[in-house]
């Protein structure tokens, strides 16, 4: 837990809340609770991600979040973990963490929207947007892209689920080695 008065000494931060559609919120809440999330968990979350600060750090999916009771209190929080009280002494997903993850549903619908406007100014239909995942992307890498490819080592000992390819992340996104027969 951190204790340290806003605005943060770090300097690679980026106040990730900013402008978020209630609508959405709404949305992914309902969605949550659909699936299992904890009502009163859910309406903490989103009490923090409307009053305290969020800021994005520089390490990708880390979060650092202001506490609603104690705005001089900081967490750090990802979508799966946090050094808060309720997090490290329950063993649960806290509201800090939760907040994230309502955050980066609503931020993707919102970029949704976005393309899909400038697909549809450009007079184009917003199906473009939905490439079929069994069809090859019809772009080609560069003699940069594909030398960058050869030179790089994979980051683990998985594979890719759909091309039995070695894969560039982690096995839970890409899963174990296929099965050959």
């Not at 690679?12 to 919120?25: E, I, K, S, Y």
């Not at 697909?119 to 239909?125: E, H, I, K």
């Not at 939905?130 to 892209?145: K, R």
């Amino acid at each position: 837990m951190l204790q340290e008065t806003f605005p943060a000494s770090h300097q690679d931060t980026t106040l990730a809340n900013a402008a978020l559609d209630l609508r959405h919120v709404g949305q992914v809440a309902a969605h949550l609770e659909a699936t299992g999330t904890d009502r009163g968990r859910l309406a903490r979350a989103i009490t923090v991600l409307l009053t305290s600060v969020i800021l994005e750090t520089a390490e990708l999916g880390v979060y650092r979040v202001q506490s609603a009771c104690q705005p001089g209190t900081w967490y750090t929080a990802t979508t799966f973990a946090c050094d808060c009280p309720d997090a490290t002494q329950r063993q649960v997903m806290c509201k800090h963490s939760l907040a994230p993850v309502i955050l980066s549903a609503v931020s993707a619908i919102q970029a949704r929207e976005r393309a899909e406007d400038m697909v549809s100014a450009a007079g184009q239909d917003a199906d473009i947007l939905d490439w079929p995942v069994d069809q090859p992307i019809p772009f080609e890498l560069t003699e940069v892209g594909l030398a960058a490819l050869a030179a790089s080592e994979p980051a683990c000992e998985c594979f890719c689920h759909r091309t039995g390819a070695p894969c560039y992340r982690c096995a839970q996104l890409c899963g174990p080695a296929p099965i050959v027969a």
